[in-house]
């Protein structure tokens, strides 16, 4: 097996990776391509987050802009009144380690400074300033591959080998926070489903999702609700708990150490099961 991580430090907040994490949702947004209006102000947000917390969820994902193609931009005062608040009061409410889903230096700081210890981007530190606002804050950060930018992501997305492309980004993603001064034992990786990646793609990377473990880093995935869950089962996007739990439990079985779900205690009761079998002893080699 590859070094994985045994746990991440969450500004003093352990998250322990001895077997699959689930981070739970809490999208302050009012265009979320799931839930997006359902938890829109602080007072819903934090119910929402505590509720999760409640059901489960190892960590929460607090998100003030939503990714999905066409999403309008948000400015960067509204992002930080949107997720400080919540991270604040969540922090205050919860011994869970809070993460921030953002791209900005600036809400990475302000996050940081309100309590979040994992910093969660999409762009993978490639916005101006975020490595540095990244190896400052001293939080845990996700690595996630895109290819293109949220717009126009879906438009027609094209790899080689989709998993070997990944596998590059994601390597070159860690060289570049080592060398920001981010200590590895502080990164995740995530594959990115979804994010520039036809249904076709999706199912190779998680398929071959144990392709990326000689990265010697945790990964975490996120296939909840999403829209190739739907193409698959012809749900929609309010249906697809029980295809977002297979593929949570298939990430897991693959590798994944952290799980990104909307659903937190369906997905929470199905890893139970995947850890326990997982603990028993495999066949022995004929
Ligand atoms: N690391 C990581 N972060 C993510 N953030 C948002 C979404 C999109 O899901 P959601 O937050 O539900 O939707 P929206 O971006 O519309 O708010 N997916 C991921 C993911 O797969 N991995």
């Known amino acids: 097996m590859f070094d994985i991580v045994p746990q991440l430090d969450c500004a003093g907040r352990v998250l322990r990776l001895d077997r699959p994490r689930v981070m739970g949702i809490v999208n302050v947004t009012p265009d979320s391509f799931s839930d997006g209006g359902a938890h829109a102000d602080v007072e819903a947000a934090v119910a929402h987050g505590l509720r999760l917390a409640e059901e489960g969820a190892d960590l929460l994902d607090v998100g003030g802009e939503s990714t999905r193609p066409g999403a309008a931009a948000v400015t960067l005062d509204e992002e930080l009144r949107r997720v400080v608040p919540v991270i604040e009061r969540l922090a205050r409410e919860t011994s869970l380690p809070i993460s921030v889903d953002t791209s900005k230096p600036e809400v990475m700081r302000a996050a940081v400074a309100a309590g979040a210890g994992m910093i969660n981007d999409v762009y993978a530190l490639r916005r101006d300033g975020a490595l540095e606002a990244a190896a400052t804050c001293g939080a845990a950060v996700v690595l996630m591959h895109m290819q293109g930018e949220p717009r126009t992501m879906q438009d027609a997305p094209a790899y080689d080998d989709v998993v070997a492309d990944v596998h590059a980004f994601l390597a070159q993603r860690i060289f570049a926070c080592e060398m920001a001064g981010i200590a590895k034992k ?47 089962t012809g749900r929609e996007v309010g249906e697809r708990v029980h295809a977002s739990v297979a593929a949570a439990v298939l990430a897991a079985e693959y590798g994944a150490r952290i799980l990104r779900v909307h659903d937190v205690a369906a997905t929470v009761d199905a890893l139970k099961v995947q850890a326990a079998v997982a603990a028993m002893p495999a066949p022995k080699p004929a």
């Not at 076709?200 to 829209?227: E, F, I, V, Y």
């Open 186 to 232: 502080q990164l995740v990786l995530d594959p990115g489903y979804g994010f520039g990646k036809t249904t076709d793609h999706n199912l190779l990377l998680l398929r071959q999702q144990t392709r990326l473990l000689d990265l010697g880093l945790p990964l975490l995935a996120g296939w909840s609700r999403k829209r190739s869950l739907g193409e698959l």
